[in-house]
Nanobody, 123 residues
């Protein structure tokens, strides 16, 4: 079965940086688009970023463009989310997800989820 394990979350001051990692197993990682989503307190889960199977195509929600970078290493079955210039409104539980498709950019296209990692940005 598919397992996605996130790591790298924590507490950081506004303006700081964090890098999230997601280790995947139980799937042919190099054939799958991967994504990051988040759920802020009192809000619904939202799309943050996605990367195609090859790593060549990426998608971002507008609020993180220019600050977050998604990447993947198919030799390590791992996807990353580099987060910079963090803001208090980035505070959320961040989830890694896998799609059945090679290219995916919406929540509906992802069907396997990790347990999440907490990111807290203090002002």
């Amino acid at each position: 079965q598919v397992q996605l394990v996130e790591s790298g979350g924590g507490l950081v001051q506004a303006g700081g940086s964090l890098r999230l990692s997601c280790a995947a197993s139980g799937l042919t990682f190099s054939n799958r688009a991967m994504g990051w989503f988040r759920r802020a307190p009192g809000k619904e889960r939202e799309f943050v970023a996605a990367v195609s199977w090859s790593g060549f195509t990426t998608y971002y929600t507008d609020s993180v463009k220019g600050r977050f970078t998604i990447s993947r290493d198919n030799t390590k079955n791992t996807v990353y989310l580099q987060m910079s210039s963090l803001k208090p409104e980035d505070t959320a539980v961040y989830y890694c997800a896998a799609s059945l498709r090679k290219v995916a950019g919406t929540m509906a296209e992802f069907n396997s989820w990790g347990q999440g990692t907490q990111v807290t940005v203090s002002s």
